[in-house]
Nanobody, 122 residues
């Protein structure tokens, strides 16, 4: 069983910062990509940022470029999201995602955390 657990969410004022963490626990798997998505009621879940485990290539949504930084620690199966200059429109539930291949399977699939709330007030 693979489990993703997020932490670090909370409430901040506009212009503030938060750092999200996500740890993938379990055994018998390898991680290809880890990332963060966010969702608000009535809207599609959208990409925030992803980072590969091998090449360290990072991809960001245009709306968060220059403000958010994604990083990871492969040894700890952990991904981070440093969020600076937060805006009210960043308010959402943030979900950790990992594309994981189980050792008994040749096909990777996505795992999701339960989400952590980020609220940014004006």
């Amino acid at each position: 069983q693979v489990q993703l657990v997020e932490s670090g969410g909370g409430s901040v004022q506009a212009g503030g910062s938060l750092r999200l963490s996500c740890v993938a626990s379990g055994s018998g798997f390898s991680i290809n990509v880890m990332g963060w998505y966010r969702q608000v009621p009535g809207k599609q879940r959208e990409l925030v940022a992803t980072i590969t485990s091998s090449t360290n290539y990072a991809d960001y949504a245009d709306s968060v470029k220059e403000r958010f930084t994604i990083s990871r620690d492969n040894a700890k199966n952990t991904v981070y999201l440093q969020m600076n200059s937060l805006k009210p429109e960043d308010t959402a539930v943030y979900y950790c995602n990992a594309r994981i291949r189980r050792y008994y399977s040749s096909i990777p699939r996505d795992y999701w955390g339960q989400g952590t709330q980020v609220t940014v007030s004006s």
